[in-house]
């Protein structure tokens, strides 16, 4: 068997592709190729020391795992991890918004779109008295019948209006995914508002009834284990040294054959399996050949190229990497994964002495409206949000760029870009003088973009597909870790389960 690409998608499909031939009582060999010369993709963590007491510690992706998605949790307790998990800094469970020049914060109860409180709102000065009122007509709103997908913008306006679009969706909502209000899928990226919409009639009603039943069910849960409040697993965790620990520990357990620096060039039919062909020069110098018996898949050499083959191959890329590489065996498929959008994203790391910025940073960070006309997409306080990840008396700040609104800045200098967020910086925080050290991370086309009709897309490319072939990563159902590992884990399943009803069948 062959997996392609070693970031979080490929590593999940590894492991649990061990763990479900291992239960069915199936041989298992495989190799795992990666093109770059790291594993991890996008979850990748440095230590930068020189600069104060201890080190910092960055993030060049993401940065947390959602729990309520529960597959990274779950991976990382798998993978004994247990101890290691590192829970979000609570004492700072807030957002600011940025609003006429300013942060402002984002009024308690108020879950990504939906108030579930209406005294904060009204109070809260980011939102015009006209604003207020458009929201709280939403509940007398009839609910859409029909089951067909929307932009998130026009969802968003149909139900609370243009307001809310503005000041609260674009930024947190389709800043979640880089993408544009107009284009992106509320099925595919956020289908629980149109759950709450369909079954309360009103997706404030909805989300009031569920903060209800969460707040009961803490209360039982604390009741029933004696457990102090604050105890509960929090909404985001991360790892003591960083959420590369989660990379670290898969690569310790597994026990495939793994190479990097090694790209696949197209994927063929093999009689009732199957031929990549790797690039000219890939696996030379790295034991590809040598390992050959070791890794379950035969190789040979074609005119330059090194040529394996295998009974199943999981294609754990971008879109449109899969698609190059399915054109010649699955053109439909690949056809249809062209047409998946990605962008690309960036961040700048800036590392500031505690008293040189004035603003409490009493926050996980602020989100920034299109409209305010900065050239970031917002940024978070990254020392506030996370224990241990700047040395006492330091602050750690991380902006974000190349949204829809600033993608331009993707293709500056690196000094411009500093320059341009050390500006941002100073007129939102007051901060004053030179940072510490900067650090910036750019992800050209690395992030998918959910249109309206994924859903319908992505079934018809896994349709089209033939046995022993699967996709699998960000670019389909969902973009964050826990997504990721969840469709790893399906993944190996249905690979699984398609070589036991083969070997059944001999």
């Not at 070693?6 to 499909?13: D, E």
């Not at 990840?389 to 190349?402: I, T």
Request: glycine share 12%.
């Amino acid at each position: 068997m062959i997996i392609i690409g070693g970031g979080i998608a490929g590593l999940s499909v590894a492991w649990y592709l061990e763990r479900a031939a291992a239960a069915r009582g199936l041989p298992l060999e495989y190799t795992l190729l990666e093109r770059s010369e790291r594993w991890g993709g996008k979850v990748w963590t440095e230590r930068v020391e020189g600069f104060g007491g201890g080190p910092f510690l960055l993030e060049a992706g993401p940065d947390a795992f959602l729990t309520r998605k529960p597959a990274a949790l779950a991976l990382a307790r798998e993978l004994g991890l247990g101890a290691r998990i590192q829970g979000i800094n609570m004492e700072h469970a807030r957002t600011f918004v940025a609003r006429h020049g300013r942060p402002t914060p984002l009024p308690e109860g108020v879950r990504l779109l939906a108030p579930t409180r209406w005294g904060p709102l009204l109070r809260s000065p980011l939102f015009s008295a006209a604003g207020k009122l458009r929201m709280g007509l939403e509940m007398l709103l009839p609910p859409r019948r029909d089951e067909a997908d929307e932009s998130l913008a026009s969802f968003v306006r149909r139900r609370y209006g243009s307001e809310a679009l503005d000041v609260l969706a674009e930024p947190l909502m389709a800043g979640v995914y880089n993408g544009e209000p107009e284009r992106q899928s509320i099925l595919a990226t956020f289908p629980q508002f149109r759950a709450l919409e369909a079954r309360y009639g009103s997706v404030t009603r909805g989300a009031r009834a569920e903060a209800r039943a969460e707040t009961q069910a803490r209360a039982r849960a604390a009741g029933a284990d004696g457990e102090q409040p604050g105890t509960a697993v929090p909404p985001f965790i991360s790892f003591d040294t960083g959420t590369a620990t989660l990379v670290e520990a898969l690569l310790a357990r597994l026990t495939g054959t793994l190479r990097l620096s090694t790209s696949a060039a197209g994927i063929e039919r093999d009689g009732s399996g199957y031929r990549v062909t790797l690039a000219d020069g890939d696996g030379a110098g790295s034991g590809m050949e040598g390992a050959s018996a070791g890794s379950g898949v035969e190789g040979s050499r074609v005119q330059g190229s090194m040529v394996r083959t295998a009974d199943a191959v999981i294609v754990a890329a971008l879109a449109p990497d899969a698609a190059a590489l399915l054109r010649s065996v699955a053109p439909e498929a690949a056809e249809r994964l062209g047409a998946i959008r990605t962008a690309g994203i960036a961040s700048v790391y800036l590392a500031y002495p505690r008293d040189a910025v004035t603003h409490s940073l009493d926050g996980f960070g602020v989100v920034i409206p299109s409209g305010e006309g900065r050239r970031i997409d917002g940024m978070t306080w990254t020392s506030s949000k996370w224990s241990g990840r700047a040395p006492d008396g330091s602050v750690l700040l991380r902006l974000f760029f190349g949204g829809p609104a600033t993608r331009g800045m993707l293709d500056l200098p690196d000094d411009d870009v500093v320059a341009a967020a050390r500006a941002e910086v100073e007129d939102l925080l007051g901060a004053r003088g030179d940072p510490l050290f900067h650090r910036i991370y750019r992800w050209r086309d690395g992030y998918p973009q959910y249109d309206v009709g994924h859903r319908e897309r992505v079934a018809a490319i896994e349709a089209a597909l033939p046995s022993g072939l699967v996709v699998t990563g960000s670019s389909y159902r969902g973009v964050g870790v826990p997504d990721t590992v969840a469709q790893g884990y399906a993944a190996a399943e249905r690979i699984v389960a398609s070589l036991a009803g083969n070997a059944n069948a001999q």
